[in-house]
């Protein structure tokens, strides 16, 4: 059979337009590569190198196709076929005459592609100038899988977006993002009308309808996500901005019945930065609070926070997240030091629930008529209007030192808080032409926490403690942080917050963990003109409406002891994240203080509650 030959236009053409449309390929893009466009350049220098193949293939073909002469030859087989469906020519043979308008090629296509791109021979400015591997477009990054080594795992308890690798850059910022997708199954055996944060101390004693129903509350608002900035400006110097939010806020429009239309709210939101050769660490912004316990070290996104599902933790977990200004130094990466300046808020405790902020509070034992006090105000300016914020004189301040060693991590600090009200003495009804004069009181305490491996790392033994006056803030419970003195000044009411957990790891897929804590406050009263005491824990509060359905129930919490148990079981992963399965129990019981009854005899309601957690979450950024 005789070989077919196609025009020699035909075979130029096909040169022409192969090295077109790579080239106009490349023109098309919106703007210049740069380094995070280095798959596209892969691709498209990958075609070109396939172009120059197969045109090198057909000119060997053609010089054996001269070499033999015209009736010898017989059908030869494409070379251009191997080359795929989007680059294959025509299974005919080009004549000899059609060569010699081909550019030369050499055996080594990577080389030609080293320098400019050439058209007629005159040099094209490049695109981008950052060498590209030629596999870079079919490589996969590297994810670690998530790790439950930890006492406190940051895919847990944070987003562990510090291991995974970068989305893309910006310049010489990287920028990583990570989350999960969360789905709660909330079971409580008291009706607490509460979502994914419980509210520790609102357990309801008998006398409240709500003591006699379960709620059960599924819920997507853990879901959580998280975004980390980071650049290196000098060696040993980095800086960072890190933002993280979840579903937990409720708008105006927010509803069970048909949308569940939950909103995003900000959980962390700052800026940070290091400098390893000079030991300091900078954040600025809203975080965990310098009082919350850390695994080691005292860096961010190290903290020691129980591995729970619930948004509120467990009783007896010290921690806020604020707005701060916070300054580390640390010595050879082992002992640390620490100052916070943070956001304060102060909550008040008093007999009297129909006092409002402005209102006279009862009148001492010798006085006509107690003082005006006014102790907050409502929100205004990018505050939440419907929220009462306290009168704040001066920031939180925490100084903290911390030690690593080979037996653990090790935590001691102390904390310095400032309480004001104003008090308005004399005029007529409602204070009018009175005096006013700000009260100042002192408050704060001493606390510590630790983080110690058991069993070569199988186990750790964590825990935390907080005591003095004016602390409540600082424990999920939420007790009081003061109630008033007879002349309407703050009184910080002494407390104590504690917690000590076991987590174990029998497999690298499970952990499994148990918690107990407690909350507690001691009574603050003063004697009132009628003989009865008011503040905080007053011991002649009638309370014997707490175990008569429909009564009033004027019980104040002295203190709430907890026990957590539960686990996360790594169930499914591979290269398109990961699934988690979570386990919580909670059980709590909540002691108010001796008050008595309708005979006179000493009372003291007490109130439980337990809560169960059954959640699944879905990685998409972890293995």
Not at 105 to 133: C, K
Not at 373 to 392: C, F, K, Q, R
Not at 566 to 571: E, F, N, R, S, V
Not at 581 to 606: E, I
Request: net charge neutral.
């Amino acid at each position: 059979m005789k070989k077919q030959y196609f025009p020699h236009n035909h075979r130029q053409e096909l040169w022409c337009f192969g090295l077109s449309f790579a080239i106009t390929c490349m023109a098309c893009l919106p703007e210049p590569a740069h380094a995070d466009n280095s798959a596209e350049i892969a691709q498209l220098r990958s075609m070109v190198l396939q172009l120059q193949a197969q045109v090198r293939d057909l000119q060997k073909s053609q010089k054996v196709a001269h070499a033999i002469p015209h009736h010898a030859t017989g059908n030869v087989q494409n070379p251009a076929a191997k080359y795929g469906p989007g680059l294959q020519a025509s299974d005919k043979t080009v004549p000899h005459a059609a060569t010699s308008s081909l550019p030369h090629l050499t055996g080594h296509p990577e080389e030609e592609l080293a320098g400019p791109v050439r058209i007629n021979d005159q040099p094209v400015e490049p695109f981008s100038v950052d060498p590209a591997p030629a596999n870079v477009a079919e490589d996969m990054q590297s994810v670690k899988s998530i790790n439950l080594s930890s006492s406190s795992p940051t895919a847990l308890t944070q987003t562990e977006v510090d291991s995974l690798p970068p989305i893309f850059k910006i310049g010489s910022v990287s920028v990583k993002l990570g989350g999960f997708v969360d789905m709660s199954n909330i079971y409580r055996d008291k009706n607490l009308t509460a979502g994914p944060a419980t509210p520790w101390g609102s357990f309801p004693y008998s006398g409240n309808p709500n003591a006699h129903a379960s709620e059960y509350r599924p819920t997507a608002q853990l879901s959580r996500f998280s975004m980390l900035i980071e650049g290196k400006p000098a060696k040993g110097v980095t800086v960072e901005a890190y933002v993280e939010g979840d579903f937990g806020g409720s708008g105006s429009n927010s509803n069970a019945v048909q949308t569940n239309s939950y909103v995003p709210r900000m959980r962390q939101a700052y800026l940070a930065a290091d400098d390893r050769d000079l030991g300091l660490h900078f954040l600025a912004g809203q975080a965990w609070s310098l009082t919350t316990g850390y695994t080691n070290t005292l860096l961010r996104r190290h903290e020691q926070l129980p591995p729970v599902v619930d948004s509120n933790l467990i009783p007896g977990v010290i921690f806020t997240r604020v707005p701060q200004v916070r300054v580390i130094k640390d010595f050879h990466r082992k002992w640390w030091l620490g100052l916070s300046v943070e956001t304060p808020q102060a909550t008040l405790g008093f007999d009297d629930s129909t006092l409002d902020s402005g209102g006279n509070i009862p009148a001492a034992m010798g006085q006509t008529s107690g003082p005006h006090v006014i102790y907050n105000s409502t929100g205004t300016g990018m505050l939440d209007p419907e929220a009462h914020y306290s009168l704040d004189v001066a920031p939180d301040i925490v100084l903290k030192g911390a030690v690593d060693t080979s037996v653990g991590h090790f935590e001691l600090y102390g904390l310095a808080r400032w309480f004001r009200t104003i008090v308005v003495n004399g005029g007529s009804s409602g204070g009018l032409g009175g005096q006013a004069r700000s009260r100042v009181a002192f408050g704060g305490g001493v606390g510590g926490s630790m983080a110690v491996p058991l069993l070569s790392g199988k186990m750790q033994l964590v825990g935390d403690v907080l005591a003095g006056k004016g602390i409540g803030r600082y424990g999920p419970s939420q007790l009081p942080d003061m109630t008033f003195r007879s002349s309407g000044a703050p009184a910080p009411l002494r407390e104590i917050i504690g917690s000590l957990g076991l987590i174990g790891h029998p497999t690298d897929n499970l952990l499994l963990y148990t918690y107990g804590g407690v909350e507690a406050a001691h009574r603050t009263v003063y004697e009132g003109a009628d003989g009865s005491y008011y503040g905080y824990g007053s011991p002649n509060a009638n309370l014997s409406g707490c175990a008569i359905m429909m009564g009033t129930c004027n019980a104040e919490t002295q203190s709430l002891a907890s026990y957590t148990m539960g686990g996360w079981w790594h169930l499914l992963d591979g290269h398109y994240g990961s699934v988690m399965a979570g386990l919580q129990y909670t059980y709590v019981r909540k002691f108010a203080f001796r008050g008595v009854d309708n005979s006179g005899n000493v009372s003291r309601p007490t109130a439980n509650g337990n809560t169960v957690f059954v959640t699944f979450r879905y990685y998409p950024f972890q293995n």
